[in-house]
């Protein structure tokens, strides 16, 4: 669903589980910086708001969205993380860059999920112009690093699930 027809920040918080034994990086791209750290606020408010203790979120910014796969692999090789966050913004100019930039970026966190069996959250901002990048980062369309943030609880939350061993009923 487009984000001009839904509200990022708009969620319902009962249904999101705690977040208080699970440990996060969030990677932000320094490019665009009045987007990028409107998307961070909105993102660790999140965590914190749902259990996630502030010692246990580790942030590393790198120079632009095209390092953040890079970033988020480096954060997750040297720090124990449950799920790593990636956020940035990349708006369209007058040259195809942000096509082949989005689709590298949301292959390769993609890649990092399958290889490594962790989210690795697409919290990047992929817009035509400043005012929708300004929208969706804590404007009229809410804040997307709020969607990121409730994404990777959900999905850390599921993977601990998943792992945990089963329980035997009876005998």
């Known amino acids: 669903m487009s984000s001009g027809l839904k509200n990022l920040s708009s969620y319902d918080p009962a249904t999101v589980p705690k977040a208080e034994s699970l440990i996060f990086g969030i990677i932000v791209s320094e490019w665009h910086p009045e987007i990028t750290h409107a998307l961070y606020e909105g993102c660790f408010q ?23 796969p890079l970033g988020a692999q480096l954060l997750a090789s040297n720090k124990k993380v449950d799920a790593v966050i990636c956020l940035g913004c990349v708006i369209k100019g007058e040259t195809p860059h942000n096509d082949y930039i989005n689709r590298s970026v949301a292959s390769a966190l993609s890649q990092l999920s399958l290889l490594s069996s962790k989210p690795f959250v697409f919290g990047l901002l992929t817009p035509d112009t400043l005012e929708q990048a300004l929208d969706r980062a804590g404007g009229q369309h809410g804040n997307k690093g709020v969607e ?7 999905m850390a ?9 089963k329980k035997k009923i009876g005998y």
């Open 157 to 165: 939350t599921l993977k601990q699930e998943l792992s945990a061993p």
């Open 46 to 68: 999140t965590l914190v708001e749902h259990g996630a203790k502030e010692e246990n979120i580790h942030t590393v910014q790198v120079p632009g969205s095209f390092e953040l």
């Open 148 to 154: 990121a943030a409730v994404t990777a609880i959900r």
